[in-house]
């Protein structure tokens, strides 16, 4: 299994972002996937997630309404569109897949986003 994220790096406030995040060796369909993000110095944050077939999206409250996820299962692929950023939203994001009881098995190495003017 791997996970691989892109398209991190430095934005104003107020900016938009399309994280990316590449999946192989299983098969993508079969699982739920979600975005964590840790800020520096702070614990593990769920931002978002979705399910096998894109149909159900849930979000924080810290990104309700300005985050979107999404998926393309012929692409094998896992999306984070994140606009209206905030300096608050800086942090390492980073790709989850979900397994069983909504634990998670296999993380991506992460890409940092970081929202200053």
């Known amino acids: 299994v791997q996970l691989v994220e892109s398209g991190g790096g430095l934005v104003q406030p107020g900016g938009s972002l399309r994280l990316s995040c590449a999946a192989s060796g299983f098969t993508f369909t079969n699982n739920y996937m979600s975005w964590v993000r840790q800020a520096p110095g702070k614990g593990l944050e769920w931002v978002s997630h979705?399910?096998?077939?894109?149909?159900?999206?849930s979000y924080s409250n810290s990104v309700q309404g300005r985050f979107a996820i999404s998926r393309d299962n012929a692409k094998n692929t896992l999306y984070l569109q994140m606009n209206s950023l905030k300096p608050e939203d800086t942090a390492v994001y980073y790709c989850v897949r979900i397994v069983a009881y909504w634990s998670y098995d296999y993380w991506g190495q992460g890409t940092q986003v970081t929202v200053s003017s």
């Open positions: 979705i399910d096998d077939d894109g149909e159900t999206t």
